[in-house]
């Protein structure tokens, strides 16, 4: 576990990685689970959950769509060759259009307001330009609806100020490129 922190490995000990939200001395981890906890923990502050049980239940579903589509997609872009690559390019094209007809017209996902599914999936938008560079598309000329939101959520304090920027990134990937011995 080089690297990583014996706060991280104190706070997470089961997967050892982020996020870990600290909240009065406890971890609470995993994205979903994390936004979850947020609405439960604080009543009294707007909730990024639709109060509809229909809504909540779709809110739900796209934020899990993307947890578990878009990062491992994105990592088979810049990690295989060949076949292997081009389906992941295929089948990355086919999450941003599906995530492009989930918004719709609406501003957000949860229409006109940052809700649930927009705090699951703002953070991968820095990744858009890695994603893009590996493979060789536009997210704008393939999901413009998903691109023109991504732009929304990135002026927002609460999300610039929490997001690597796309350079960083894409230079992540390189040093990871490198360690998984992907060149």
Request: charged share 30%; net charge neutral.
């Amino acid at each position: 576990m080089a690297g990583k922190s014996d706060r991280l490995l104190r706070s997470n000990p089961v997967h050892k990685k982020v996020p870990v939200l600290l909240h009065d001395g406890r971890p609470v981890y995993e994205s979903l689970i994390i936004l979850n906890y947020l609405d439960d923990a604080f009543p009294d502050t707007p909730s990024l959950l639709p109060s509809d049980p229909y809504e909540r239940s779709q809110a739900r579903f796209w934020a899990d769509y993307v947890d578990k589509k878009v990062y491992d997609c994105g990592t088979r872009l810049w990690k295989l060759k060949g076949e292997p690559h081009a389906q992941a390019r295929a089948e990355m094209l086919e999450i941003l259009k599906n995530l492009d007809g989930a918004l719709g017209d609406k501003l957000f996902f949860g229409g006109d307001v940052f809700g649930f599914v927009d705090a699951a999936f703002a953070p991968f938008t820095s990744w858009f330009h890695s994603y893009e560079k590996y493979g060789e598309f536009s997210v704008a000329e393939v999901a413009p609806r998903v691109a023109a939101w991504a732009k929304r959520c990135g002026e927002r304090e609460s999300v610039a100020k929490s997001l690597y920027s796309p350079d960083k990134i894409y230079e992540f990937i390189g040093v990871l490129k490198k360690m998984h011995g992907v060149e």
